[in-house]
């Protein structure tokens, strides 16, 4: 029997990555326009609609983070485990991330039903935010164990070098999403006028249908792993292995929504109006972040890959081009940021005193985009070879150690006022990157180069 070798060990690395990352940036890039056009129809509704979704985020950011992260954690352990040829390793892994995924769905159903209202009051003393917040965070909470699950099948295609399966799901998602959103939102075609509440009905079941789309690709295509369930004990060895990645991976995906509640505090005591500009500014990012994000979806199971298989020149070469990716894409955000700031607002139904906050505060934390580039990649390949220890301290520079600490002395102990806020962002990402280069080398001195074979 002849022997096939895996395309991530043996494919030129540009065009390998390039034909991992490109699907991987188109379901990330659909995500993104889905999350948009809620807030563009919720937008119409009223400021304070806006206003109550943006309040919810963290929430919802929540949810990603942990699916993310147990999917990290699964995606790293397969992909170095066949770079091994270690099969029973992969399935394990596979097998042990939907089981724990399940034990996640079961605590998001308690925060949804105790949390919701408790979380959206710490923001607001309107009580039609509150109830509207409530009303929307209350099911995209509770009801969001079909996202944990199509994120986990997503990760398990992407971990053997699958990635056009994970864009489908993304996108017959999304489709369903925004389709319904004009429906339910409004009253369309007969429905009900559910205001928020459609906005939250159309995100699960577009969910729902994303979770269904992968169940069934996962039943009638052989993505090279194998759940098995039948007999199933956890292993405390592969409980661990899982979640020294997904843990760090997940308090980097948390991380954002506890800087946007901890923004929102300081936003809240100055204006409800910049609450809803950076809202709509951290749903615009997503536009910029999420290709990256789909690039290092690409990057991680390479990298992994040749780390178990002991090809350094590979890994290097993969993290080289995805720096240099990453890079132009922050360059294109940037200039539509500073270009097109104005216009973008005014998509959200912005009034003036929005424009006045929003544009100034979007051309100013813009700025660090590109310099996020070698915090944002390191960072990934750092999950990918297991160390999701430097991974977390790259970002803890980048949104928490940072931002909320200088923007609080800013405005309350200087004339800068709004403006100290945003100019956070751009020092918090040099921060950041300076410390991903320091880590890294010395990791690559330290590990990488024992770790050859």
């Not at 690395?13 to 563009?40: C, E, G, R």
């Not at 070698?374 to 970002?395: D, N, Q």
């Amino acid at each position: 029997m002849t022997h096939i070798e895996n395309p991530m060990g043996v494919k030129p690395v540009f065009p390998l990555l390039m034909t991992m990352s490109i699907p991987a940036m188109v379901s990330m890039l659909v995500q993104s326009l889905y999350n948009i056009v809620d807030s563009l129809f919720v937008g119409r509704l009223s400021q304070e609609a806006l206003t109550a979704v943006s309040i919810v985020f963290p929430l919802q950011n929540l949810v990603l983070a942990v699916a993310v992260g147990m999917g990290v954690g699964v995606n790293a352990s397969i992909a170095r485990s066949l770079g091994e040829k270690r099969q029973e390793d992969a399935d394990q892994a596979a097998s042990h991330g939907l089981v724990l995924t399940f034990f996640h769905m079961a605590g998001f159903v308690i925060l949804g039903t105790l949390g919701s209202s408790w979380f959206v009051g710490l923001f607001t003393d309107s009580p039609q935010i509150l109830q509207m917040g409530s009303q929307y965070s209350h099911i995209v909470i509770c009801l969001s164990g079909a996202s944990l699950v199509h994120i986990l099948i997503e990760k398990i295609f992407q971990s053997t070098g699958k990635m056009l399966a994970p864009m489908l799901f993304q996108i017959v998602g999304a489709v369903v999403n925004i389709a319904l959103d004009p429906i339910l939102i409004f009253g369309l075609l007969g429905a009900p006028s559910l205001g928020v509440k459609g906005a939250a009905i159309a995100t699960i079941i577009g969910q729902c249908f994303a979770c269904g789309l992968a169940i069934l690709f996962y039943r009638k295509k052989n993505c090279g792993v194998h759940i098995q369930l039948k007999g199933f004990r956890l292993d405390k060895r592969m409980v661990h292995k899982l979640y020294s990645v997904a843990v760090p991976s997940c308090m980097v995906m948390s991380m954002p929504s506890l800087l946007v509640g901890l923004l929102n505090g300081i936003l809240a005591g100055i204006s409800q109006i910049s609450v809803a500009v950076f809202g709509i500014y951290f749903k615009l990012q997503t536009f910029v972040y999420m290709p990256v994000n789909g690039l290092i979806q690409g990057m991680r199971p390479i990298i992994s890959y040749n780390f178990g298989a002991g090809d350094q020149e590979r890994m290097k070469r993969t993290l080289h081009f995805s720096l240099a990716t990453t890079g132009t894409i922050m360059a294109v955000g940037t200039v539509l940021f500073l270009v097109g700031a104005e216009w973008i607002l005014l998509m959200f139904g912005g009034s003036q005193q929005m424009l006045d906050i929003g544009v100034e505060a979007l051309r100013i934390i813009c700025s660090g985009f590109i310099i996020s580039t070698l915090g944002v990649i390191i960072a990934g390949a750092f999950e990918a070879l297991g160390e999701g220890g430097r991974s977390l301290t790259v970002s803890l520079l980048r949104q928490m150690v940072i931002i909320p600490p200088l923007a609080l002395v800013l405005v309350h102990f200087t004339q800068l006022g709004l403006t100290g806020v945003w100019i956070t962002f751009p020092i918090g990402e040099t921060a950041a990157s300076i410390a991903a280069v320091v880590l890294y080398r010395r990791l690559w001195k330290n590990k990488l180069k024992e770790a050859g074979r």
